[in-house]
């Protein structure tokens, strides 16, 4: 009993030598990162963007990572992520990663095309299913979605950018399948952990089960199944779930923010004529913006820094399972 306040003492010590170290360390990395891109804690808890302050650690910029793109009026990427050792990571991995998003930009342009030549959708009340072109309706919103670099923190990661239809849905980037063959997700350059699936037959996968005849599990989706479909009895719609909130890809910290961004999206009308007009029913706080551009993980474990309201969170919740 009578070391207890000895240990405690001894703790704090420690922490604020850690602190202390930690401050430093962080401070000497960026001045070692002369990029244009840097984002400095401005002491209030914000960085230059308005987002929430991305914490640095010692030794998180090596150098060894190529340079980032350059910021536009949308997107300003935070310091540069790299602790990695020299060779791992492709010199071409920037232009590489532009190529593949100016190629998503043309693809999410040509679905919007679509979009407008479909005409109105034409709800068979009271059953809410379209009739005429809502299968069509649905292929299209689809695409739209696939294709939205908006639906990742930075703007900048689409689901395609790692599952290209010119590469059997895989990764689309040689350099990047010759060597690590994970891909970066949006905060640059934070490496996802494996490589991403083909996900062409994913959709007829069933539910995760064990089947008699093989004597195995079967079904479910992600290499290792884990996205069992339970809760919405789709495997392939709740593995789609994983993504936008995976702080190695998507990065988004709350799934209210992927709701937000889609209904900030072009294609907003099209998603409340299949979905229906409550799916952005949403009382969302002042400082939304200010959440959703600030990477998953910034918050710690608090899976839902975005403060709703009960109500408002059902909604999200709800649109986000559509
Ligand atoms: C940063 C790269 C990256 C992004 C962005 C990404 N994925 Fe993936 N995807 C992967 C990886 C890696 C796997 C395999 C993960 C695992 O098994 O743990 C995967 C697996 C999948 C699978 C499983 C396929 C199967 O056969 O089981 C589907 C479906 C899928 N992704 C769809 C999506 C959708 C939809 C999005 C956007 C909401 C998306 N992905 C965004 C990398 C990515």
Redesign the pocket.
Known sequence: MKREPQLSTLLVCVGLALLAFLVNASSAAAQANGDTNVQNNNGRGDDDRGAFAVKQGPGTNTGNCPALPPATDDITLPRVYCPYPPGLIPSDLTTESERVRREIRGIEQEAMAQAAALGPLVPTSPSQTLAGNGVRAVQVLGKL??YDEN??VFKN???????MPYAGFS?PIPSVNKTVV?????LQFRF????????D???R?PVLHYNLTQANFYG????????TGYKIQS??SE??????L?T???GNPDFGCVVFRLSQAKYRPLFEGIWGKQSFDIDFPENTEKVCRTPAGAFGTNPAPLRLNPTSRGTASATFDA
Do not use: T
């Open positions: 979605i696939n639906l990742s990661v689409a689901c395609a950018f790692c599952h990764g994970a891909y970066p997700g949006s996802g952990k494996r490589k991403p699936q083909s996900y037959y994913s959709p996968y479910g989706n992600f290499w290792d199944l884990r996205a495997p392939d593995q789609a779930q994983g993504p936008p995976d190695q890809e998507m």
